[in-house]
């Protein structure tokens, strides 16, 4: 049963570029949700998707933003990079609204962003 | 206030101890907890969730919840080097959204 899985593994960007982050979630999962870490810290919540819809959005702004694809896989696009969006990048895959349970998050191993 | 806390450590506690870790939480509307360990470089591994008030076990690991005081906690039993990493206790509301504390270290010294 494969697990979440993240690409790219590094990812090294200059301020003002573009970046596409991609997730796969794991097995029977249809909700993906997005975490950016910073060193030190806890995950922040970006965004969550389900259905192929932005189901919930925390405190980031517009320059990020998401998809879902048909069979559940999602993007996070960052615009106009930042050096404070240098971050750990966290993908998490659960079972969606009206499932059994208690939504458990899994994550995915990650992708390190860094800005320069 | 912050909407979890935990106190950022480093926990130290000799191999085979008990380790306690505590998180508090600000929404009384939170309705289930999670408890994530992180190693230095990898990403959370989900060890825990409880969500009705009492103790929830599983082998070593024991969740403690508390909901009018707005309380968990995560007991670690014959704790083990293998243990030492970063505890992430993390809440959910009415929606799918996880909110994470900074997290707890912990060092198990042999």
């Known amino acids: 049963d494969a697990g979440v899985t993240q690409s790219p593994t590094h990812l090294i960007k200059t301020r003002g570029q573009q970046v596409t982050l991609r997730c796969s979630p794991k097995s029977g999962h249809d909700t993906v949700s997005w975490y950016q870490q910073a060193l030190g810290q806890g995950p922040q919540f970006i965004f969550q998707y389900y259905e192929e819809e932005e189901r919930q959005r925390g405190n980031f702004p517009d320059r990020f933003s998401g998809h879902q694809f048909p069979n559940y896989s999602s993007e996070l696009n960052v615009n106009a990079l930042l050096l404070g969006d240098s971050a750990l990048y966290l993908c998490?895959?659960?079972?969606?609204?009206?499932?059994?349970?208690?939504?458990?998050?899994?994550f995915g191993p990650g992708t390190r962003l860094t800005v320069l | 206030q912050k909407e979890v806390e935990q106190n950022s450590g480093p926990l130290s506690v000799p191999e085979g101890a008990i380790a306690s870790l505590n998180c508090t939480y600000s929404?009384?509307?939170?309705?289930?907890f999670f408890w994530y360990r992180q190693y230095s470089g990898k990403s959370p591994e989900l060890i825990m969730f409880?969500?009705?008030?009492g103790d929830k076990e599983d082998g070593r690991f024991t969740a403690q919840l508390n909901k009018a005081s707005q309380y968990v906690s995560l007991l670690i039993r014959d704790s083990q080097p293998s243990d030492s990493a970063t505890y992430l206790c993390?809440?959910?509301?009415?929606?799918?959204?996880?909110?994470f504390g900074t997290g707890t270290r912990l060092q198990v010294f042999p």
């Open positions: 409880i969500y009705s008030n």
């Open positions: 998490a895959s659960s079972l969606g609204q009206g499932s059994m349970g208690y939504n458990e998050q899994f």
């Open positions: 993390a809440v959910r509301g009415g929606t799918d959204k996880l909110i």
């Open positions: 929404d009384r509307g939170s309705q289930s």
